[in-house]
């Protein structure tokens, strides 16, 4: 058996860097991930078994599983990684792999034996799982959901039909969400780990491949039971606590799928910037017409905006969970939305062959285009995600003192180096108790920069500026949050329209403040391009610009063509467009 | 706030903060109703908590209302719940 990749827990290599040695270079269509085979799955609509199989049999599988059941995850920053490297390559590939995440509902509530059973299915049998949550009638809306799972003596019967499921067919294991007592409201439902080799296979039977926009290969489907017997040691947690225990699980979920995106996002901004390098207009190479460059350093600028607050948010598991609730909707609202909106505006540097199938790199392009825009609406929608945050603004607002932040605690979710403690689930919760320390604690990460008295790779005047524009940002966040704590109780689903603008705003104040802190706690580690914050200021710009409607910020004219001298160094040296910038395959 | 330290009065209290946040008349409110009768549903719920614990200045479970789903249901809990601090209190002192 090969062995497994080294972890980032350790001095060696990335988990990134290991992987992508593994997997080689994409374009050469003898990787077993490359932009061919892409083509090929998705061309064929076939599901991508030979990909999946390899990843299986190199162990990958093993980054899901807790380490004291034989598994080797460490931290969500680092399963992060895993799933971007994959993503880069092939989304369908990298999400049908990753239905994996639904094992975190098993390792935050199962029992011993469970968890035991659970770990031996993925590790040695390699079994795959669904997530059975949704039907056809009801969307996202859980608590109506009509199937039903009554008690028997042996266990439960199960009737109904799940639908669309992504790997509903082509998977053992199924999460199954189900009522068990349709007068007790959310305790109404109860979650359910099915082994479908256990089934009478009379009684359940799967629903036909859906035909997608993107991950054409994918196996998108259905199943369906029938006064189906399922087994009492399946149940979850216990008999009503489905709904909760499915919650949590989104938070997790819902802050790993902003990795889909950046590897979509780095894909994107490669091919482009490929293309750009090599396509000549007006007697010119494309990259040095000043609009195609912006547009290529502006999609870099929202890269980097977008992994500040995604490891951020996957670093706040292990230090602050119990404000996931927040986290976990701001990351999934804001970075699926922003680099869906990066890649449409890379197209117009592709010209018409942002369109085509089969021309400049195996038709990637296209492909990434429609496979990265079912993103931001599976695992919670942007409107659910926005809704999920306007209810907490009252508790927000009020929980939004400073006091309550800790250095230590920025340090471990900002400070790259830092070591992370351990992930308890059993911390995580339905509501912050603690506001947001992204937001909470911008007043904390000031105060660190002013007692500095300098930093050597910035220049004075630079750091004058970034105080300024930081001291602006902590105006702008006192100020949301005093009008937040102004407003009513919000409840039910008929929110007005501005109150989701509202959250969107929100969002970016939260990015924006990630974006300050990360450059804050890590400045003094090495003398990188991140560390020396040229893209600081033309980052807060952007925010400012899209969320807060205020134009004018500005930033030394340098700083655009370090920007886009670091995309091209990126590109040259092949490193990831990320603020780690590993090297890649 | 302090924590009303009856039934009678914490019902009081639980009305009268839930009339004001649902916007619903105190008249039309039923203590023996489920709350999702107010078009309150399961985040909802958690929601209110988090006022309800503002009010009262107590940390209560995110999902309280799920379990204790009428407001004379939450009073019960309520009730026992102070009850309890009040114990812990006198003992400390």
Redesign the interface.
């Known amino acids: 058996m090969p062995s497994p990749p080294r972890s980032s827990a350790t001095n060696g290599p990335s988990l990134t860097e290991v992987v992508e040695a593994q997997l080689g270079d994409p374009r050469n269509p003898d990787s077993v991930l490359s932009f061919a085979y892409s083509q090929q799955i998705d061309e064929s609509e076939q599901f991508p078994e030979l990909a999946v199989r390899w990843l299986y049999d190199r162990q990958l599988c093993r980054h899901f599983v807790p380490q004291e059941l034989g598994g080797a995850f460490h931290s969500f920053e680092e399963l992060a990684e895993l799933i971007r490297v994959l993503s880069r390559r092939d989304l369908t590939t990298s999400i049908a792999f990753s239905t994996l995440f639904w094992s975190f509902l098993t390792w935050m509530d199962g029992t011993e034996e469970q968890k035991k059973w659970l770990a031996d299915y993925i590790l040695r049998q390699h079994g795959a799982m669904c997530l059975a949550y949704s039907e056809k009638d009801h969307g996202a809306d859980l608590l109506a959901g009509a199937t039903i799972a009554e008690p028997t003596p042996g266990g439960f019967m199960v009737t109904g039909e799940k639908w669309p499921i992504n790997r509903a067919t082509i998977s053992g294991l199924c999460f199954l969400l189900a009522t068990t007592d349709r007068s007790a409201g959310p305790r109404g439902l109860s979650l359910f780990m099915v082994d479908k080799g256990k089934l009478d296979p009379r009684r359940y039977h799967n629903l036909p491949k859906i035909l997608t926009h993107g991950l054409r290969g994918s196996d998108v489907s259905g199943i369906a039971f029938d006064k189906c017997s399922i087994p009492a040691d399946s149940l979850l947690g216990g008999t009503g606590l489905g709904l909760e225990t499915a919650l949590k699980g989104f938070q997790v979920t819902r802050t790993l799928c902003a990795a889909f995106s950046l590897g979509a996002g780095d894909t994107a901004l490669r091919t482009t910037l490929e293309f750009a390098q090599q396509r000549t207009l007006y007697n010119e190479l494309v990259v040095e017409l000043p609009h195609a460059s912006s547009v290529l350093s502006d999609a870099f600028l929202d890269l980097l905006i977008c992994d500040c607050v995604t490891i951020s948010g996957l670093r706040a598991f292990h230090a602050v969970p119990g404000q996931i609730s927040v986290w976990s909707a701001v990351v999934k609202y804001f970075v699926p939305t922003t680099i869906e909106a990066m890649i449409q505006n890379l197209s117009v540097v592709m010209g018409a062959r942002y369109y085509m199938r089969n021309e400049h790199e195996w038709g990637t392009f296209q492909r990434v285009l429609r496979d990265a825009a079912i993103i931001s609406v599976f695992d919670g929608s942007t409107v659910v995600n926005l809704h999920a945050l306007l209810l907490q603004f009252r508790n927000l607002a009020r929980r939004s003192s400073t006091d309550s932040v800790q250095e230590a605690t920025l340090r471990q979710i900002y400070h790259l180096q830092h070591p992370l403690a351990p992930f308890k689930s059993q911390n995580l919760s339905l509501a912050s108790r603690h506001g947001n320390a992204a937001m909470n604690g911008l007043p904390l990460t000031l105060k660190y920069l002013r007692s500095l008295n300098g930093i050597d790779n910035v220049e004075q005047s630079e750091l004058d500026e970034i105080l300024a524009i930081g001291e602006r940002l902590a105006h702008e966040i006192s100020a949301f949050h005093a009008a937040l704590s102004e407003t009513k109780f919000e409840h039910g689903h008929r929110q007005s329209p501005a109150a989701f603008r509202t959250a969107r705003t929100y969002c970016g104040l939260h990015a924006a403040a990630c974006c300050l802190h990360m450059w804050a706690w890590n400045h003094a580690d090495s003398s990188n391009f991140i560390s020396g914050g040229k893209w600081l200021l033309p980052a807060l710009k952007r925010l400012f610009e899209v969320y807060l409607g205020i134009t004018d910020i500005e930033f030394p004219g340098t700083a655009t063509e370090v920007i886009a001298e670091e995309l091209r160094n990126c590109h040259n040296e092949n490193r990831m467009f990320s603020l780690r910038a590993c090297r890649l395959g | 706030m302090k924590t009303p330290n009856n039934s009678a009065a914490i019902q009081d209290w639980l009305m009268t903060s839930l009339s004001s946040?649902?916007?619903v008349p105190r008249e039309q409110l039923d203590p023996d109703a489920?709350f999702?009768k107010y078009?309150?549903?399961?985040?909802?719920?958690?929601?209110?908590?988090?006022?309800i614990?503002?009010e009262l200045g107590l940390?209560l479970p995110?999902?309280l209302l799920?379990?204790y789903?009428t407001v004379n249901d939450c009073v019960s809990y309520l009730l026992a719940t102070s009850q309890a601090l009040e114990t812990a209190n006198a003992d400390d002192s």
């Open positions: 946040l649902l916007s489920p999702s078009a309150l549903d399961s985040l909802d719920a958690v929601t209110l908590v988090m006022e614990e503002e940390e995110p999902t799920w379990d789903p």
